[in-house]
């Protein structure tokens, strides 16, 4: 029987997401019992949906039987967030694809083996420098998603360089998410933010620069600890066991391929080359063009999916092998589409029970008689708790904004400052909450499960806050401005 390759989702971690999936979705489903409905009234503004912060009123709560809250996974596919939904799901079988693609090809070893040879035995520098370029993805060009067909690759590197699949997470997603959440110029936080609260476009990046530079240090004392300890001793790598299978997939010995193959791999490897760059292009320019940024994730999944099957098919693998394969690799990411479906119910259980603005309006009221650090504490607190259920950032700008800065006013925090504390709360969880589409993706392209990735991130997200809070301190302080 042949060996299975490519991408695919262990059932021991398909299993406990679906578990705590499905106790997401019931909670959710018993807060739309014990929470009042309410609403408030939405405007019209430069084409986008936005709150008046003073309409809010309580309604007659909506009719949502419980058999709903069971339906939700298939409902969510007919709501207004369906079609994102969608796309994601199309996204995550072309990287399934792709990747398979890729492997079983040989591609994927002999880039491994070349890169892991380029850098000799400076393995720790190319940590940094992979690690920082992610960094930089997230944090100037709002680059997240996008950056999920890389993952696998980054994996395979790490088991190339004796590390195991942590490490590779960590240097792929994990640092852009940092680097998205310590935004620069990140248009979909920082950018849709300020405009909201009036701000001159991507102000304060003075002390945004210095932020990113102490969380990029943060993760690789993280990463760097963690590798060396793995490295001395193997057995200590939280997912040693899990590991074991993953990695037959890959080199161990950095020999090179035969002398046959070479000029094959080498077609190949320029065919792919091809689509990356372009791939990169698209990472770069589509954010800087609005009415183009949707259509960002689905481009660079047509690519990835492309420039996989064209290398693959330059490689050798051609005609029914190819397509064998293809199918194959999407049969093994495929269990991961009723995850992304019940993540994705969490918010449409809560919107449709008709409690969601009940819930921001109950927070709101928390904001009367707080400090400036409190108020900026507080916002914080409110974007990871909303995050929780609305995963766009944008999205979630436009819904909290209009209701954040009014109270900001109030207590005497600044707008910069406001905008601070929400790209915090909204950027760092993404990588910490099961119902985030794309941590459920990342840690599905691996061996990893959730709780597991929880265990092994927790000092890191206790470090972050702490971080986070005292750099919130500075700038209530400095009256981190213009206003």
Known sequence: ?????????????????????????????????????????????????????????????????????????????????????????????????????????????????????????????????????????????????????????????????????????????LATNLGFSAAITNPFTIGVAQQLAELPLFSGSWLRVIIFAVVYALLILFLTGYARRIERTPQASAVFHADLAARQHYPSELNSTTGEAKPRMGRAMLALGVFLALILLSLVSLPLIPSLSQFSLPLVGILFLAGGLVAGWQAGLTGRALVKVAWQGALGIAPAIPLILMAASVKHIVSSGGILDSILHQVAEVFTGASPFSGAVLIYFTALFIEFFIGSASAKAFLLMPILIPLADLVGVTRQVAVTAYCFGDGFSNMVYPTNPVLLISLGLTVVSYPRWLRWTLKLWLGILVITLVFLAIAVAIHFGPF
């Open 1 to 173: 029987m042949q060996e299975k390759s490519g991408v695919q989702i262990s059932q021991k971690s398909f299993l406990q997401s679906l578990l705590i999936l499905l106790v997401l979705m019931l909670a959710a489903g018993l807060l739309t019992r014990l929470v009042p409905a309410g609403e408030y009234q939405r405007l019209e503004m430069d084409g986008r949906e936005m709150i008046d912060p003073a309409s809010f009123q309580y309604v007659p709560a909506p009719e949502y039987p419980v058999w709903r809250w069971l339906t939700a996974p298939l409902e969510v596919l007919a709501a207004p967030d369906g079609l994102t939904v969608i796309i994601i799901i199309i996204f995550l079988l072309m990287v399934g694809v792709s990747f398979t693609v890729l492997e079983r090809s040989g591609l994927l070893r002999e880039l491994l083996i070349r890169l892991v040879k380029k850098f000799g035995g400076r393995k720790y520098l190319l940590l940094m420098v992979i690690s920082f370029f992610f960094m930089v993805l997230g944090a100037f060009f709002g680059i997240f998603e996008e950056v999920v067909p890389l993952v696998p690759l980054m994996i395979a590197l790490s088991y190339a360089l004796g590390w195991d699949a942590l490490v590779g997470l960590g240097m792929s997603i």
